[in-house]
């Protein structure tokens, strides 16, 4: 078992964090998490595990998918009801979707 108090990736815990969701963008090697405590998706270089990026959404961030073709995130914040879209060359929201309240999860067809 890891020891958290000593994870290079997250450093010290923050219970405000809470990460929920995870998706893997391919093109550019780097992993993206959903803090729903924290209404941020952090953005992990893969060739060093390091966070490298936070990035702010809107309330409560849960899943996560990524269009590796694209260049996008999309993030479902349960909180607002929106989509977030996030430009993941620049690691920005360019983007924000209302969908309705309660947003869990969401998928991309290939």
Partial sequence: MKDSHSDPLWGTPNSNII?????VNTSNN?????NSGAN???VIDTSNNTVIETINVESNPQG???NPAAN??????SG???LSVIDTNNNIVIDQIFVGPGLQGIAIAP
């Fill in 19 to 23: 990460p929920q969701g995870i998706a």
């Fill in 64 to 66: 996560i998918a990524v």
């Fill in 40 to 42: 941020s998706v952090s």
């Fill in 72 to 77: 996008r995130a999309y993030v479902a914040n």
């Fill in 30 to 34: 780097r992993v993206y998490v959903t």
């Fill in 80 to 82: 607002s009801g929106n």
